[in-house]
């Protein structure tokens, strides 16, 4: 009597680096699936089955492994519930060496086995660990490479003077990735430019706007989120008064370029404002010790788009001397 062939529980695992079309009746995730599945279907004689729960991981990156499915994915590895990972292509799974390194372990600890249904490996024996880590290393070459394009093409067109993304600026909309100027804020801006030259302190100006009732742009992403419209910060207000965008500029690293959109700050009063902030951040208060400089105020944000500020506190130790008296 032929002794019964084991039963392979097999999982399919799907990816799509964006969102774009997966509200599609047919889309990129159900491809996927359904070749899986039908590889599946014919290893049926070596034991191999489906199971029903889908892992998809829509519009996530795969140069990371915090991935919602996929992490659901390996916790029912672990906890033995699958024999088999089943993919459509290598990189779906992952695009890093470092993060397939770890999968594997994973998958070597549950005695748990990984399919590529295109190209046709496993990490079942040594040879074809050896050709998947091929595979990724060109797969992770692949997505630096697409990096640094990004990188290069928002460099050439910032210094052709284009808007290219990001939180937009009180005063300005990005229209067509073009900016355009709200009448009304502009003269929001005018006004604090010069205020500022009058003003004591950009805490001073802080609590005069605050009591005005002046509030930082109000910013409502594509999934409804809203962010801003609050009272504007120290960190803000900074971050404004030295935005050379309202002078007709656009700012890339350390660089700045002559921008395509029209200014709406004279540049008589933009240079007065940048001495005037250049001084305090050197010198300080005349009443008061000098401040400490903070290289990165008004050029980091949080996911909400909010300006953060910086902050610090004092530790005072008390040092103990011991005296030794000599004879």
Same mark, same amino acid.
């Given at each position: 009597?032929?002794?019964?062939?084991?039963?392979?529980?097999?999982?399919?695992?799907?990816?799509?680096?964006?969102?774009?079309?997966?509200?599609?009746?047919?889309?990129?995730?159900?491809?996927?699936?359904?070749?899986?599945?039908?590889?599946?279907?014919?290893?049926?004689?070596?034991?191999?089955?489906?199971?029903?729960?889908?892992?998809?991981?829509?519009?996530?990156?795969?140069?990371?492994?915090?991935?919602?499915?996929?992490?659901?994915?390996?916790?029912?590895?672990?906890?033995?519930?699958?024999?088999?990972?089943?993919?459509?292509?290598?990189?779906?799974?992952?695009?890093?060496?470092?993060?397939?390194?770890?999968?594997?372990?994973?998958?070597?600890?549950?005695?748990?086995?990984?399919?590529?249904?295109?190209?046709?490996?496993?990490?079942?024996?040594?040879?074809?660990?050896?050709?998947?880590?091929?595979?990724?290393?060109?797969?992770?070459?692949?997505?630096?490479?697409?990096?640094?394009?990004? $990188?290069?093409?928002? %460099? @050439? /067109?910032?210094?052709?003077?284009?808007?290219?993304? *990001?939180?937009?600026?009180? =005063?300005? +909309?990005?229209?067509?990735?073009?900016?355009?100027?709200?009448?009304?804020?502009?003269?929001?801006?005018?006004?604090?430019?010069? $205020?500022?030259?009058? %003003? @004591? /302190?950009?805490?001073?100006?802080?609590?005069?706007? *605050?009591?005005?009732?002046? =509030?930082? +742009?109000?910013?409502v992403s594509k999934r409804g989120r809203v962010s801003g419209g609050l009272p504007i910060k120290r960190g803000a207000l900074k971050h404004l008064l030295s935005n050379p965008l309202y002078v007709g500029e656009v700012r890339h690293k350390d660089k700045?370029?002559?921008?395509?959109?029209?200014?709406?700050?004279?540049?008589?009063?933009?240079?007065?404002?940048?001495?005037?902030?250049?001084?305090?951040?050197?010198?300080?208060?005349?009443?008061?010790?000098?401040?400490?400089?903070?290289?990165?105020?008004?050029?980091?944000?949080?996911?909400?788009?909010?300006?953060?500020?910086?902050?610090?506190?004092?530790?005072?130790?008390?040092?103990?001397?011991?005296?030794?008296?000599?004879?």
């Amino acid at each position: 009597m032929a002794k019964p062939e084991k039963k392979l529980r097999c999982a399919i695992y799907t990816r799509k680096s964006t969102d774009e079309g997966l509200d599609k009746d047919f889309n990129s995730l159900d491809a996927q699936r359904e070749a899986c599945a039908a590889y599946v279907l014919s290893q049926q004689h070596e034991g191999w089955s489906l199971l029903p729960a889908p892992y998809d991981d829509g519009g996530h990156s795969g140069g990371t492994l915090e991935r919602p499915a996929l992490q659901q994915l390996l916790e029912d590895v672990r906890l033995g519930k699958i024999d088999v990972v089943v993919v459509y292509k290598i990189d779906r799974l992952t695009r890093s060496l470092a993060d397939f390194a770890k999968i594997v372990d994973v998958l070597d600890e549950a005695e748990a086995s990984f399919v590529s249904v295109t190209q046709a490996f496993s990490t079942t024996s040594s040879m074809g660990r050896l050709t998947l880590n091929v595979l990724l290393s060109f797969a992770q070459f692949e997505r630096e490479v697409g990096a640094e394009r990004i $990188r290069d093409k928002v %460099a @050439a /067109s910032k210094a052709k003077g284009m808007w290219m993304g *990001g939180s937009v600026p009180l =005063v300005y +909309k990005a229209v067509d990735r073009k900016l355009v100027i709200i009448l009304e804020e502009a003269e929001t801006v005018r006004e604090i430019m010069r $205020r500022y030259l009058e %003003a @004591a /302190s950009i805490k001073a100006l802080v609590e005069e706007l *605050g009591k005005e009732g002046v =509030v930082s +742009k109000r910013h409502v992403s594509k999934r409804g989120r809203v962010s801003g419209g609050l009272p504007i910060k120290r960190g803000a207000l900074k971050h404004l008064l030295s935005n050379p965008l309202y002078v007709g500029e656009v700012r890339h690293k350390d660089k700045v370029y002559p921008g395509l959109h029209e200014a709406i700050v004279e540049r008589q009063i933009f240079d007065a404002v940048q001495a005037k902030l250049k001084e305090r951040t050197s010198h300080g208060s005349s009443a008061g010790p000098k401040r400490r400089l903070a290289l990165l105020a008004g050029m980091i944000f949080d996911e909400r788009g909010r300006p953060m500020s910086p902050t610090h506190q004092k530790t005072w130790a008390t040092i103990h001397l011991l005296c030794v008296k000599h004879e």
